[in-house]
């Protein structure tokens, strides 16, 4: 394996064993940043970005890629890294090894599953990887002085995992701690789920977190617990406003016109498909928690 690319500009090392790979743009979508763990025995890298392809590789000669879950910015170096095995959680696996799969697990049809399929493939290089192997919560990887282990942390997408580094790092991915907040919009996304993860992960030590977007390194547990505690609160922000909107009877499709995820100026292909996803999971628990009711057919308002 011969790509071996300087990253002196944009690699920050966390441990002797541990590195983060700055995407373009500080690890903006459509980058990333991408991790590095370096044992006596192998090397990894963590969802190798976009940048990593277009800067022709890692600082390493790379023996795995392991994707922390099947979004089309996590799997650029996929078919980069053609001699190294590629790891995904078991319930993502389609999504790494073809391409239906992966538009599966967006949920897409029609013209946008095509459009978005060449977009894939030409943007981030999507190449499917028939023989990845899926990994369950806790699975191990012994690199020789340094493991890592993988955390299931599910509703992002149904196999969105964590990884715990020895030596005190831990890589988030998609649990991204921006200010938009979480994004279950996906058809392989879950909103119980999401939550979950949040309350699961709040009691993680580490020294460093990290993410994939933008926030990229985060130093210590208690700057963590804050933008996660943030981060959290969207999704009951995001409740409140859909509650009181439904003072008054809607149907979804009113929600989905006004907007409570995304801003109404955004004008992405797939903001209504996630406006839509969302606001039914939220209804969903209204339902469950006896908060609203659906007063006539496709009809919803609040108890
Ligand atoms: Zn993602």
Same mark, same amino acid.
């Given at each position: ?7 002196? !500009? /944009? *690699?920050?090392?966390?441990?002797? @064993? #541990?590195?983060? &790979?700055? $995407? ?106 028939? !023989? /990845? *192997?899926?990994?369950?919560?806790? @699975? #191990?990887?012994? &690199?020789? $002085? ?6 299931h942390l599910p509703g992002?997408?149904r196999?969105h ?32 789920d999401?939550?979950?993860s ?54 979804? !499709? ?50």
């Open positions: 394996m011969s790509q071996i690319t300087d990253w002196a !500009d /944009a *690699e920050r090392h966390l441990t002797d @064993h #541990v590195s983060v &790979l700055v $995407g373009d743009d500080n690890g903006k979508y459509p980058s990333g940043n991408s991790l590095v763990i370096r044992g006596d025995g192998e090397a990894v890298i963590i969802d190798p970005s976009v940048s990593v392809v277009s800067r022709g590789g890692a600082p390493v000669a790379v023996d795995a890629v392991i994707n922390s879950h099947s979004h089309e910015d996590h799997m650029p170096g996929n078919g980069f890294f053609t001699d190294a095995r590629v790891h995904i959680h078991h319930d993502d696996l389609p999504g790494a090894r073809s391409l239906d799969g992966l538009m599966d697990v967006y949920g897409l049809s029609g013209e946008p599953r095509d459009d978005f399929a060449k977009q894939i493939v030409e943007e981030f290089n999507y190449s499917p990887r028939p !023989d /990845a *192997e899926g990994f369950s919560d806790g @699975h #191990v990887w012994d &690199l020789g $002085g340094v493991q890592v282990e993988a955390v992002h997408t196999g995992s964590g990884f715990r580094v020895s030596g005190g790092v831990f890589f988030l991915s998609d649990i991204d701690l921006t200010g938009f907040g979480p994004y279950y919009g996906d058809v392989w996304s879950d909103l119980e999401f939550e979950r949040l309350i699961q992960i709040r009691d993680e030590e580490a020294e460093y977190y990290v993410t994939f977007h933008h926030k990229g390194v985060i130093e210590g547990r208690e700057t963590f617990v804050d933008l996660l505690d943030g981060f959290h609160a969207v999704i009951p922000r995001r409740h409140e406003a859909m509650l009181a909107f439904l003072g008054e009877p809607h149907t979804i !499709d009113e929600m989905v016109t006004h907007r409570f995820v995304y801003r109404p100026h955004v004008q992405h292909v797939f903001a209504d498909n996630v406006e839509y996803r969302c606001a039914a999971m939220h209804i969903q628990r209204m339902l469950t928690r006896g908060e609203a009711a659906e007063v006539a057919p496709g009809l919803f308002q609040t108890t």
